[in-house]
């Protein structure tokens, strides 16, 4: 490896997170969310250190016939099901348990030829108005699902917009309920922060995502600081240039950052090509030779620019963690008006990515 930046995954955190997640929904099996390539750790790399989930949430076909490949014979949800027809004989030879939010899939499943019958998650519309059938309409698919031959096991699914909020799954909850009433199902409803704020949705099956990669559901790392969660991913690179800059003196593109007397810079090989936020606005926190400092100007494609003023040691080949233990994911992306979820998922293929058991 040249070019210093690399993003290590520490994997031991993310077996204490899924912990975290068993001790806090203790009644409840776990549907661990990998979607997105593992929220951009690499499915690949991560899912064995899950693998005492109960089951593996996506949404992709070749990421679910990827865990399959390698050997997963737990199950398998696709948290949107099928998006076409011709998608069905491999849910049925990979035996994947679908979503169905939509009548053209209900048809669709009860017209297929398949081996054996496929569970079914039935998606609710609890309030979210994006995918799934609204309160109303609950009972009368219920009905016609239990007569289609090709559904297994089913259970009732719905996704909260407002979880980490202190009241914010009340009336989505209310739904839910009413549509439920006189149902026998079994139901999965809790994302990251209900499993964490919101144990009267637990329920049979949880969904956590962003929990199990050491991130904060609400975007912000003070709710989680004390719930023993830790981060997985860190993005680390060193300092490559130094500059000395004098009152007036700019930095970087658009002459964003201006000094108002000497100041030391250090240049660290880092930019939004890596996955770095550009909107990340001067005062980021970012860690340098051990030492908690922030950015100056405005990020570039290949190298971001920090304020040495605190760390007069620091030097050419100084450690800077851009995000990790020391600062966290949601620190950077709250700075950058994004949330941590943005962040992971668009570490960059061009960053080297180092397993730590
Ligand atoms: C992404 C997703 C989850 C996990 O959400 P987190 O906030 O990361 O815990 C759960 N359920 C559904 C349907 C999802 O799409």
Redesign the pocket.
């Known amino acids: 490896m040249s070019r210093p930046i690399v993003a290590t995954l520490d994997l031991g955190a993310m077996r204490n997170n899924l912990q975290v997640v068993r001790q806090a929904a203790p009644h409840s099996r776990v549907w661990s969310?990998v979607?997105a390539n593992a929220?951009g750790h690499g499915l690949d790399r991560v899912w064995s250190t899950l693998s005492t989930t109960d089951g593996f949430?996506l949404?992709n076909l070749e990421e679910a016939i990827l865990l399959r490949e390698r050997g997963w014979k737990g199950p398998i949800l696709m948290?949107e099901g099928f998006f076409h027809t011709d998608e069905l004989p491999l849910f049925d030879k990979y035996r994947l348990t679908t979503s169905l939010h939509s009548n053209w899939q209900v048809k669709a499943l009860a017209n297929a030829r398949l081996n054996a019958p496929l569970d079914v998650y039935l998606k609710m519309n609890s309030g979210m108005n994006r995918l799934g059938f609204t309160a109303d309409r609950v009972h009368s698919i219920w009905r016609q699902l239990r007569a289609i031959a090709n559904v297994g096991q089913l259970t009732l699914?719905a996704?909260f917009a407002d979880a980490e909020q202190p009241g914010g799954i009340v009336e989505p909850l209310a739904r839910i309920e009413q549509a439920a009433e006189g149902l026998d199902c079994m139901r999965s409803l809790s994302?990251?922060?209900a499993?964490m704020w919101h144990p009267e949705a637990h329920y049979d099956w949880v969904?956590?995502?962003?929990?199990l990669y050491g991130a904060s559901?609400s975007g912000q790392w003070r709710d989680i600081a004390n719930s023993g969660l830790k981060p997985v991913m860190s993005l680390r690179s060193e300092i490559i240039g130094i500059q000395n800059l004098k009152a007036g003196d700019t930095v970087g593109y658009g002459s964003r950052y201006r000094a108002t007397g000497e100041q030391r810079i250090g240049i660290v090989a880092g930019g939004y090509a890596d996955g770095y936020p550009r909107h990340a606005p001067d005062g980021t926190p970012v860690h340098v030779d051990g030492v908690l400092t922030r950015t100056v100007g405005t990020v570039s494609m290949d190298m971001l620019t920090v304020d040495l003023t605190p760390c007069p040691h620091a030097g050419i080949g100084s450690p800077v963690e851009l995000w990790g233990n020391e600062v966290k994911i949601d620190d950077v992306a709250s700075a950058s008006g994004t949330v941590g979820?943005e962040l992971m998922c668009a570490l960059a293929p061009r960053v080297p990515v180092v397993l730590q058991a």
């Open positions: 969310v979607k929220y949430a949404l948290l699914m996704h994302n990251s922060a499993t969904r956590p995502g962003i929990i559901p979820y």
